[in-house]
């Protein structure tokens, strides 16, 4: 009996002991299909997009879930140094990031329908060439405005960056600090590539003359401003203005003929834990109806499949044939040394330069537009404020590639120049408009 007891306990112990490891296994492979059912997606959009993507997946694809991890996409490539395996899609308007995480090998190959979905705008690829990563959207650069506002100045609506250096504009232009405001940088290079760089500057210049600088004191690049109608025009992007039209402010947009449109970008990471789920999510995202979603009234951006633009009626058209091709690793390569450029040159001393022009603009409305010396005053407070041959300088980007080496000796010594610079061509301007007023 003894033995008999000793035995049925010992078979008790070994049955609970694969009873506990079948409850083991069955967790684990309910974790598993739970991991397998879930797709993280990491990005900077907004709420009221991820959502539309997040439903319209969901419902597509039963029992699979999005869990959205949002990160500005400033900080996004530190978070994902400490975040390995961790995620399965990167989905963001921030090109520079897909690029080096395609250069640390971070991404896994898509496969794209090259035909269904261009790779350039304008000659300017907004895909990766070998396809690590797809545009998912483009942001367009352009002008947003106030119908009331305009009507109240009996202004037609702008639909050029020149018509913002008109003297009827004074007082009632908003402009980006590109040091300051994250999409700016690439909005003055539109300009600067656009129209070339001594006349971009010379644009730049007469715009920043007639208004306020976004960016600057308490004055917000995404604030209401053109909304509420206190200025009538702003150069902004896209989003902006179509977040105000959708809230019901009498804002319209514009994208001026030479303008540009930066890319959105979706990927998928080498160590996503749930690589099939990324790829539907892609395919999706990517797809007519996913593409779609991006017309919605709410949301209101451009999207990338070509065949979107010949069946539904949109207000810009970014494939065709005269688009401004934009050269970004231009852009991002100076990217920091026109900042500096721009700041010493327009921001340093704005209300001086805003009046200045203001005297000027009324000087050559008053007849005198030919005379020697309004001509020399413009020329003055028009210049760039470099060379266009001396910004080709590698050793100068450099210098001013990093906000770090702001004390770094060649950037100290340049700034201390340009400033020199800026202050005599601003005096000569100033004595130049008063021996005109004589």
């Not at 309910?30 to 009221?48: F, I, M, Q």
């Not at 203001?358 to 010396?373: D, K, S, W, Y």
């Amino acid at each position: 009996m003894h033995r008999t007891t000793l035995h049925s306990t010992g078979m008790r112990v070994t049955v609970q002991r694969l009873l506990a490891l079948a409850v083991l296994l069955a967790l684990a492979a309910s974790g598993a299909a739970r991991a397998g059912d879930r797709v993280r997606v990491l990005t900077s959009y907004p709420e009221e997009l991820t959502v539309r993507y997040q439903a319209a997946f969901e419902a597509r694809h039963p029992g699979k879930r999005v869990e959205i991890l949002w990160r500005q996409s400033a900080d996004a490539l530190a978070w994902l140094r400490r975040q390995r395996g961790q995620v399965d899609v990167y989905w963001a308007p921030a090109p520079g990031n897909f690029a080096a995480l395609r250069d640390q090998r971070r991404l896994l190959r898509l496969e794209l329908d090259r035909e269904a979905l261009p790779d350039a705008v304008g000659g300017s690829p907004i895909s990766d060439a070998e396809g690590y990563f797809a545009a998912f959207e483009l942001v367009g650069y352009g002008i947003a405005y106030n119908r009331e506002a305009l009507a109240r100045l009996g202004l037609e609506a702008p639909l050029e960056w020149r018509e913002l250096a008109a003297a009827a504009y004074q007082g009632q232009v908003q402009m980006p600090i590109p040091g300051r405001v994250g999409f700016a940088p690439a909005l003055v290079e539109a300009l600067l590539q656009g129209e070339g760089w001594d006349a971009g500057w010379a644009l730049l210049a007469a715009i920043a003359g007639n208004g306020a600088l976004a960016g600057r004191g308490g004055n917000r690049a995404d604030a209401d401003d053109v909304a509420a109608g206190r200025v009538a025009a702003r150069m902004t992007i896209d989003f902006f203005a179509a977040r105000a039209i959708a809230d019901g402010a009498p804002v319209a947009f514009a994208y001026p003929r030479r303008t540009l449109y930066n890319p959105a970008q979706i990927a998928i990471f080498a160590d996503a834990p749930n690589p099939a789920g990324a790829r539907a999510f892609v395919d999706f995202a990517l797809s007519d109806a996913g593409q779609r979603l991006l017309l919605h009234p709410d949301v209101r951006r451009l999207p990338v499949r070509k065949a979107l633009y010949l069946s539904v009626e949109l207000p810009a058209q970014p494939f065709a044939s005269d688009s401004l091709g934009y050269d970004g690793e231009l852009g991002r390569a100076r990217q920091g040394l026109v900042a500096a450029l721009f700041d010493i040159a327009l921001v340093r001393r704005n209300d001086e330069l805003v009046e200045l022009w203001r005297r000027l603009q009324q000087a050559e409305g008053g007849g005198q537009a030919q005379h020697p010396a309004l001509l020399r005053a413009r020329q003055l407070l028009s210049a760039a404020p470099m060379a266009l041959a001396e910004q080709a300088d590698s050793e100068l980007r450099q210098a001013f590639a990093n906000p770090t080496t702001a004390s770094e000796p060649l950037r100290t010594r340049r700034e201390a120049e340009w400033m020199a610079a800026v202050d005599a061509r601003i005096a000569a301007a100033r004595a130049a408009l008063r021996q005109a007023a004589r």
